[in-house]
């Protein structure tokens, strides 16, 4: 970042300092990434009561992968990972009820049925 001072007509000095934009400050946060720590700690009377550590990182999701904090996607519920979840669970529990609802339906004997199920 640069500052030039110009003389005008007038005698009077000008300053021109090149701004920012929001846009191009969450650009360049985005990109490069910040990293915000400290402590909080309350004391009375020299006894520790509370102790908060706080660390955020600030980056964009490309940067995230690139410097391996990428935990969303071994999180099956954020994923959207198949199978997976409270909803993958109840969708294979359905499966498996048709299955077992179709084998006995079918006239087959209810071990068929549970025995198709599972393999």
């Not at 701004?19 to 990434?33: A, F």
């Not at 990972?81 to 499966?95: C, H, I, V, W």
Request: glycine share 12%.
């Amino acid at each position: 970042m640069s500052i030039s001072s110009s003389m005008s007509s007038q005698g009077n000095f000008v300053h021109s300092v090149p701004s920012t934009t929001l846009g191009d400050l969450l650009e360049r946060i985005l990109d490069k990434g910040v990293v915000i720590s400290g402590d909080i700690k309350i004391k009375l009377v020299e006894v520790e009561l509370l102790t908060i550590q706080i660390r955020l990182v600030i980056c964009s999701v490309d940067r995230a992968k690139e410097i391996g904090l990428d935990w969303w996607r071994s999180d099956p519920h954020l994923a959207g990972l198949e199978g997976s979840g409270p909803t993958g669970r109840l969708q294979a529990l359905e499966q498996r009820l048709a299955r077992l609802e179709g084998g006995v339906l079918e006239g087959g004997t209810k071990a068929e049925a549970v025995e198709t199920a599972h393999g």
